[in-house]
């Protein structure tokens, strides 16, 4: 059975990171075409978290969501902001993650996850804007104009709308909008950062079910922005080729933790 001690996830500040501790850092790459749903997502991503820390091994994880599915910020106040009976009504899967930030949409994406020593990247917006500098890099490699919002500015916070509502600095953004939202947590050792790449659709949905106006128009999509349809395996593609050197791939056949946390619906709508 999958266990989180939620009191050791902290934003602890180490030392600075050494560049060469990022560059030439081995990853273990789970390529997970395969969707699944929010519980089964999140229950990897922790375990690849809890053996980062355990092990100091670094992963990379690129998969997708099968249903589609609604997923709140560790912290966010998803009883006050959305509407419960709508969401069940509709027959929606929903999650909340083990990471901060805000709500998401999970539909047409691309959904990565770095689980990595903290001392090799240093602190939140240290590790923060080195990964998001990888993937802009990737998106690059497609034609896509992407770029770093600029570090200004303060945050958005937990009252400002769901997660594509704004870009805040060091956030991967494709003229001005919004094209990958990201969160992370740090247990021990190790952090855990992972967000969605917008392949295509809309984050509106998530207005249908809010208790207030939560503009998200202010994001765009990989597809919108270069035209034609982007696929999991063209983003998925384009961030291998850029990641360190050596990237070693797991078994097809990792077994899955349990999901029980997260499919626990007193986590889920826990405030």
């Not at 929903?94 to 999970?106: C, D, L």
Request: charged share 20%; proline share 7%; net charge positive.
């Amino acid at each position: 059975m999958l266990r989180i001690a939620w009191d050791e996830l902290t934003l602890w500040n180490p030392r600075e990171p050494r560049q060469s501790d990022i560059a030439f850092m081995d990853y273990v790459l789970l390529r997970d075409a395969v969707g699944r749903t929010g519980a089964e997502n999140m229950a990897v991503d922790v375990a690849l978290l809890q053996e980062s820390a355990a092990t100091g091994g670094a992963y990379l994880r690129l998969y997708r969501w099968s249903p589609p599915c609604l997923s709140f910020g560790r912290n966010e106040p998803a009883l006050a902001r959305y509407d419960r009976a709508a969401i069940e009504h509709r027959g929606w899967d929903v999650v909340r993650r083990p990471t901060g930030g805000r709500a998401v949409w999970h539909a047409d994406e691309v959904t990565y996850a770095v689980a990595a020593p903290i001392a090799a990247f240093g602190s939140l917006q240290q590790s923060y804007c080195a990964i998001h500098e990888r993937l802009a890099a990737a998106l690059r490699t497609l034609g896509v104009p992407a770029q770093l919002a600029p570090k200004n500015g303060r945050p958005s916070g937990l009252a400002a709308g769901a997660c594509f509502a704004s870009p805040v600095g060091g956030e991967v953004t494709v003229h001005g909008r919004k094209v990958v939202g990201s969160a992370q947590v740090r247990m021990g050792s190790a952090f855990l950062q992972h967000g969605s790449i917008l392949l295509g659709g809309t984050q509106e949905n998530i207005q249908a079910v809010s208790r207030q106006l939560s503009a998200v128009r202010s994001a765009t999509s990989l597809s919108q922005t270069l035209g034609r349809k982007v696929t999991f395996d063209d983003v998925a593609n384009a961030i291998v080729s850029i990641w360190p050197p050596v990237l070693t791939p797991t078994a097809p056949d990792r077994p899955l933790p349990s999901s029980s946390v997260f499919s626990d619906p007193d986590w889920t709508w826990r405030r």
